[in-house]
């Protein structure tokens, strides 16, 4: 073998460490990053226009794939162009390798525009960051990465790569480092979780992280059809399977008023794999601890620890002969008539494929989504774990190319769609079977409920303004056109039955405008 170059070094370091998909939008101190990918077919390289967009792939990748894929960014500017989707990717706690290129080392003296501080912006994503200062040292700095990001629970490890480490011959390829597994949760926790369970006294079980798969909710299934107990999936769970053949368990609200409500009378919340809840903003006068007063919280797993198997021995303990409770195969009949926030969702679950995954932000427009798709066909639901809106796009197509095979189907609010909709682009490019509908109420609907939640003056017509998303009206099937994307308008449930049967039966992306006025 020829003598590599740190680049090369690098993406041979990954591809035996199993990544084998890299999202980039590079520039020119990664030149050589990109010319290397010829050097190492196994390596796929998928561009994306906006670097929101490479991140959110990732993170859409690695939520299917269970493995981290490589993004590939442009120093500073483009880590921060991207830092919002790697703060989702932070909530759902992905494994994904996040190379960063930077200056030639002799270069960074002399501040030249595209100069930043990239380790404080990475830093800030609190997960695993180095720079490789030599050549040769590229590959083990590569599998320490793969490593470190697949260490429980997972993570986001940046990896800094100055140009002329890139560039410098003598690069080393490295073997694959194993990543630590998740911690086993000692004896004397499951005993006094159990212990909680069998007392009589009202339980809530709060479920999270991998306990969202089938194993951990079928366990939490038994606890609950034998105690007695609530059991919730956290709010935004970074993937939940769901469907007819397994337990169909209710996600804790996002108000708080709903977390009240479910909470109700609670003497004790146990926490699986999550976190005690809290108020997704402060409201004054109000709490931001959601745990009900004088209610005892109880952490069965923490984030990071082996909560499924957790789950299974509390299970034994208390729920040795009791069965999972199932959801049962049933669809709602199709409606008709104009779209409406209450019908939408009822066309979706009377079509949803099976194995499908659903990339979901559809935000206000979803409320009543869960209900329509409790019995549908098996499929994976992923959620916006951190917030930050724009979402939804990229990690639908960060999904389908993890599963070429399973439709992908992005329930897309409007407002949140222009943060990155350029995703369009890479799905046509990549012919991605992804299927977006667009929610279109031409307004942040979500801001109008919040702005009476905050307890602000009466909106006016400037803080109105702020809050409309029309005056001019976007013309979204012309926007996914203009990007590849074939792209129709439906404005009565029979026209979105129509168009999504056809969008789910074609190969390749598509895109529906569907008129569904706000709930609000």
């Given at each position: 073998?020829?003598?590599?170059?740190?680049?090369?070094?690098?993406?041979r370091?990954l591809v035996?460490a199993?990544?084998?998909?890299?999202?980039?939008?590079?520039g020119t101190?990664?030149?050589h990053f990109?010319?290397?990918?010829d050097?190492?077919?196994?390596?796929r390289?998928?561009?994306?226009?906006?670097?929101?967009?490479?991140?959110?792939a990732?993170?859409?990748?690695?939520r299917?794939?269970?493995?981290?894929?490589?993004?590939?960014?442009h120093?500073g500017?483009g880590?921060?162009n991207?830092l919002a989707n790697?703060h989702?990717?932070?909530?759902a706690?992905?494994?994904?390798v996040?190379?960063?290129?930077?200056?030639?080392?002799?270069?960074?003296?002399?501040d030249?525009p595209?100069e930043s501080?990239i380790?404080?912006?990475?830093?800030?994503l609190e997960?695993?960051v180095?720079?490789?200062?030599h050549?040769?040292?590229?590959?083990?700095?590569a599998a320490?990465?793969?490593?470190?990001?697949?260490?429980?629970?997972g993570?986001?490890?940046?990896?800094?790569?100055?140009?002329?480490?890139s560039?410098?011959?003598?690069?080393?390829?490295?073997?694959?480092?194993?990543?630590?597994?998740?911690?086993?949760?000692?004896?004397?926790?499951?005993k006094?979780?159990?212990?909680?369970?069998?007392?009589?006294?009202?339980?809530?079980?709060l479920?999270?992280?991998s306990?969202?798969?089938?194993?951990?909710?079928?366990?939490?299934s038994?606890i609950?059809?034998?105690t007695?107990?609530?059991?919730?999936?956290?709010?935004?769970?970074?993937?939940?399977?769901?469907?007819?053949g397994?337990?169909?368990i209710?996600?804790?609200?996002y108000?708080?008023?709903?977390v009240?409500?479910?909470?109700?009378g609670?003497?004790?919340v146990?926490?699986?794999?999550?976190k005690?809840?809290?108020?997704?903003?402060a409201?004054?006068?109000?709490?931001?601890?959601?745990?009900?007063?004088?209610?005892q919280?109880?952490?069965?797993?923490?984030?990071?620890?082996?909560?499924?198997?957790?789950l299974?021995?509390?299970a034994d303990l208390?729920?040795?002969?009791?069965?999972p409770?199932?959801?049962?195969?049933?669809?709602?009949?199709?409606?008709?008539?104009?779209?409406?926030?209450?019908?939408?969702v009822?066309?979706?679950?009377?079509?949803?494929?099976?194995n499908?995954?659903i990339a979901?932000?559809a935000?206000?427009?979803?409320?009543l989504?869960?209900a329509?798709?409790a019995?549908?066909?098996?499929h994976?639901v992923?959620?916006?774990?951190?917030?930050?809106?724009g979402?939804g796009?990229p990690?639908a197509?960060?999904?389908?190319?993890?599963?070429?095979?399973r439709?992908v189907?992005?329930?897309?609010s409007d407002?949140?769609a222009?943060?990155?909709?350029?995703?369009?682009?890479?799905?046509a490019?990549?012919n991605?079977n992804v299927?977006?509908?667009?929610?279109?109420?031409?307004?942040y609907a979500i801001?109008?409920?919040e702005?009476?939640?905050?307890?602000?003056?009466s909106g006016?017509?400037k803080?109105?303004?702020l809050?409309?998303?029309?005056?001019?009206?976007?013309?979204f099937?012309?926007?996914?056109?203009?990007?590849?994307v074939?792209a129709?308008?439906?404005?009565?449930?029979e026209?979105?039955?129509?168009?999504?049967?056809?969008?789910?039966?074609e190969?390749g992306p598509?895109?529906?405008?569907?008129?569904?006025p706000?709930?609000?």
């Open positions: 073998m020829s003598e590599l170059n740190g680049a090369q070094s690098l993406i370091t035996d199993g990544v084998e998909v890299c999202f980039a939008n590079p101190s990664e030149m990109v010319a290397a990918l050097t190492v077919p196994e390596m390289g998928v561009l994306a226009l906006f670097e929101g967009v490479v991140t959110g990732a993170d859409g990748y690695a299917i794939a269970d493995k981290p894929a490589a993004t590939l960014l120093l500017p880590l921060g991207g790697l989702n990717a932070r909530r706690h992905t494994p994904i996040n190379v960063v290129g930077d200056h030639a080392t002799y270069h960074k003296q002399y030249a595209l501080d380790e404080a912006v990475a830093g800030s997960g695993w180095r720079r490789s200062e050549t040769k040292d590229v590959g083990a700095d320490a990465a793969v490593a470190a990001a697949q260490d429980a629970p993570r986001v490890a940046t990896l800094i790569l100055p140009a002329d480490a560039w410098g011959e003598g690069g080393e390829p490295c073997a694959p480092i194993p990543p630590r597994v998740p911690q086993a949760v000692d004896a004397t926790t499951v006094d979780v159990a212990d909680v369970l069998g007392a009589g006294e009202p339980v809530a079980l479920v999270g992280g306990a969202c798969r089938e194993e951990g909710l079928r366990a939490a038994r609950a059809a034998a007695g107990a609530k059991v919730f999936v956290e709010t935004f769970p970074a993937r939940l399977e769901r469907g007819a397994l337990p169909g209710e996600r804790l609200g108000l708080a008023e709903q009240a409500y479910q909470l109700d609670i003497k004790h146990v926490i699986a794999g999550t005690a809840p809290v108020s997704f903003f409201y004054p006068g109000k709490p931001s601890d959601l745990v009900p007063e004088g209610a919280v109880h952490t069965l797993a923490a984030v990071g620890q082996d909560v499924t198997r957790a299974n021995e509390v208390v729920a040795a002969d009791t069965e409770v199932l959801a049962q195969a049933s669809r709602p009949a199709l409606p008709s008539g104009p779209l409406t926030p209450q019908n939408w009822d066309v979706i679950g009377a079509l949803l494929p099976e499908a995954i979901d932000e935000n206000t427009s979803g409320l989504l869960p329509a798709t019995g549908a066909p098996r994976d992923l959620t916006l774990t951190g917030g930050a809106i979402y796009m990690v197509t960060g999904a389908a190319v993890a599963a070429p095979d439709p189907l992005n329930l897309q407002g949140s222009l943060y990155t909709i350029s995703a369009l682009w890479t799905q490019r990549e991605l299927t977006t509908v667009l929610l279109n109420n031409r307004a801001l109008r409920l702005l009476q939640r905050v307890g602000a003056a006016g017509p803080a109105n303004d809050l409309d998303l029309s005056r001019p009206d976007m013309d099937v012309k926007i996914a056109e203009g990007m590849g074939p129709t308008r439906a404005t009565t449930a026209e979105l039955a129509e168009q999504l049967q056809r969008a789910f039966a190969p598509h895109l529906i405008d569907a008129a569904v706000p709930l609000l």
